[in-house]
């Protein structure tokens, strides 16, 4: 294994990338670099990166990232690995989220809608009438929470500004 530039190191990703497009692996290592002899009293620790392309002894290499360069590599990093890992991630289920939001939107129109309670207290029809009043009670409970939830969130909203 070879340790190399912070560049170059990000070079030969991006050619390692290209050479896997079609076929292959490639390991990303990430490590919190200390040393047992060492203490750092600021907190601050370097990063060790290494890289490995398909378990070749001669395609590993790494890189030791100082604490005051990680900002600038990670931005370069993640453009990098943006580039190039896009088109392996799947897209979202559009059609999943849009029978979640229509369920969504039916219980909130369900919960918003007067239940009329009608039929006889006795007799036949009676077990019906007391299903609806059931309803209504639950509708009432629903409705409160809801309106705690929004009182909460409004709440919330300015307490931030």
């Given amino acids: 294994m070879m340790v ?15 050479a896997s497009k ?16 060492t203490t750092n009293d600021d907190g ?32 370069h990093y993640a453009v990098l690995l943006k580039a190039h890992l896009t088109p ?4 979202r ?3 999943r989220e849009k029978v979640k939001s229509d369920l969504a939107t ?6 918003t809608e007067p239940i009329v309670v009608e039929g006889p207290k006795r007799g036949n029809g009676r077990r019906k009438r ?11 409970s629903s409705q409160k929470a809801a309106a705690a939830r929004t ?5 919330r909203k300015r307490e931030r500004v």
Avoid: C
């Fill in 4 to 18: 190399v530039d912070n560049d170059v190191f990000l070079k030969h990703l991006s050619e390692l990338f290209e």
């Fill in 22 to 37: 079609e076929h292959g692996s490639i390991w990303l290592t990430h490590k919190r670099l200390t040393h047992d002899t």
């Fill in 44 to 75: 601050e620790y370097p990063v060790l990166l290494r890289v490995n392309h398909g378990g070749a002894k001669e395609s590993k290499i790494s890189t030791i990232i100082s604490p005051g360069a990680l900002p600038a590599f990670h931005a």
């Fill in 88 to 91: 392996l991630l799947r897209k």
């Fill in 93 to 95: 289920d559009k059609k």
């Fill in 106 to 111: 039916k219980r909130k129109k369900r919960m």
């Fill in 130 to 140: 007391q299903r609806l009043v059931k309803a209504v009670k639950k509708q009432e």
């Fill in 151 to 155: 009182e909460e969130e409004e709440k």
